[in-house]
């Protein structure tokens, strides 16, 4: 699926998502984006995911509650989520929320790939 933020793909039998936000979203692309990865999740939510955040430089919390409810839906499933390639900027925004207790998050798809194929 490709969408305007938001490309999947699979690598083997793990499904990669990866992001590409602008600085701001108005409303609408919001809702667009909250609708089109819940689309893709909702159909394998028990899968194991790759959140790919190269393309994110920043993200407003709009965004982080986006990904928190993302993390919390594939859990409920009993699917696995890693996040991966936080910028710096990004990583201390996650650190500054407390949210890199709440993901798993490798530097690189590589290695995030490789820890969702141990069973992480």
């Not at 509650?65 to 890693?82: D, E, P, S, T, Y």
Request: some cysteine; overall charge neutral.
């Amino acid at each position: 699926m490709s969408h305007k933020f938001v490309t999947t793909s699979k690598a083997g039998d793990v499904h990669v998502v990866e992001l590409s936000l602008p600085s701001a979203l108005d409303h609408s692309e919001f809702d667009d984006l909250n609708h089109a990865i819940f689309q893709e999740i909702d159909s394998q939510p028990a899968a194991r995911w790759v959140l790919d955040l190269s393309g994110a430089q920043y993200m407003g919390s709009a965004i982080l509650g986006l990904m928190v409810n993302i993390r919390q839906h594939i859990i409920q499933a009993q699917g696995k989520l890693m996040l991966c390639c936080l910028s710096p900027r990004l990583m201390e925004i996650f650190r500054t929320c407390s949210l890199e207790r709440l993901f798993t998050i490798a530097p690189t798809r590589a290695e995030a790939l490789r820890g969702l194929s141990k069973g992480q």
